[in-house]
């Protein structure tokens, strides 16, 4: 029983077992995983997974999400398996909720889902009961990385405003998303985390890549017009162009683009004084971001990369105490 006027725990706002999108969490709800993955930041050392098999299914490549979940199963105390790495039955035409059910079957317990299809974690989840977390389903979302873009703007921000970490309080930030955001399920994603903290999320891009429709949808503002929208910005996040879904498609001449829409040196040092710039990455340099500015003063990108151990260990952390709870 909580005591009267004292906040709730993690364990006591967070009740689901899978975590398979952020547009429908509620702001207690995410600031309880980030408040998890800041304890284990801090050097948490306990193995709260211990006896779990946790099974990576990774149905399209990756780097930086798939090595972090492995890292922070290990920390937990968890065993891996890959169960849709290359010279998995998958080549063979077996379909990936049948590969999850298999491997369920040899004990894992908790999937790790990324496809290229929407929905491929919704249904692994339907299909097997256990714990999801969604790693990316197509041009949906990728939750993951949407809390991880969270906790690392709160963290670098949180020099100038303490509360901001502490709170995880977005009250007030501007953030622009540039690039092919149409077909990003990370600017989905980042969008509804960073807005259920507070922030105001633009969206910026060429015509078809960054649609007023989808800014309706998501709640919040598009431009076309990038350098009226940076000077404004505490934080800018660029995008890669999603080539294997279409999005040269929808950029156009690349020259342009980048004329448009890079983040350039001499973009960078219109900014705010204490602005950062974030990238999901994988990033593709000197298309949407030069490398004078990828590893510049106000890149936060590593420390978005490193912010994905802790964020996933809590992610983790929390599915499986909610699908084991009574
Ligand atoms: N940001 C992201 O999802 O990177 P990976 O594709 O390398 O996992």
Not at 230 to 256: F, N, S
Request: a positive charge; aromatic letters at 4%.
């Amino acid at each position: 029983m909580p005591i009267a006027g004292a906040k709730a725990s993690p364990t006591q706002i967070w009740n689901r077992s899978c975590l398979l999108g952020l547009g429908r969490l509620t702001p207690d709800e995410i600031r309880a995983v980030l408040r998890t993955a800041a304890a284990w930041d801090r050097g948490r050392e306990d193995h709260p997974l211990a006896g779990q098999v946790i099974c990576n299914l990774f149905a399209e490549d990756s780097t930086r999400t798939r090595t972090s979940f492995t890292i922070a199963a290990r920390q937990l105390g968890a065993d891996v398996v890959e169960g849709a790495s290359q010279g998995s039955s998958l080549s063979k035409g077996e379909s990936l909720v049948d590969t999850a059910r298999t491997i369920q079957a040899m004990g894992a317990g908790i999937f790790i889902v990324r496809s290229r299809q929407t929905g491929g974690a919704h249904a692994v989840a339907r299909a097997t009961g256990a714990a999801v977390i969604n790693a990316g389903d197509g041009c949906h979302e990728h939750p993951t990385q949407g809390l991880l873009d969270c906790y690392s703007l709160c963290k670098a921000l949180g020099a100038a405003h303490p509360r901001r970490f502490d709170e995880f309080d977005l009250a007030g930030v501007r953030i622009v998303i540039v690039g092919d955001v149409a077909r990003s399920r990370v600017a989905r994603s980042a969008t509804w985390g960073m807005q259920a903290l507070g922030a105001r999320v633009t969206l910026c891009g060429p015509g078809s890549a960054a649609p007023p429709s989808l800014g309706r949808a998501l709640g919040c503002d598009t431009t076309h017009d990038l350098d009226s929208a940076l000077g404004e910005a505490d934080a800018v996040m660029a995008l890669r162009i999603q080539k294997e879904r279409g999005g040269m498609g929808a950029v156009g001449c690349l020259r342009e683009y980048r004329a448009l829409y890079a983040l350039t040196a001499e973009r960078a040092a219109r900014m705010k004084p204490r602005a950062v710039i974030m990238h999901p990455g994988p990033t593709n340099r000197g298309v949407e971001i030069d490398p004078e500015v990828a590893d510049g003063p106000r890149s936060i990108i590593l420390d978005q990369v490193a912010a994905g151990v802790p964020v996933r260990m809590a992610v983790m952390e929390l599915c499986v105490g909610a699908s084991l709870a009574p």
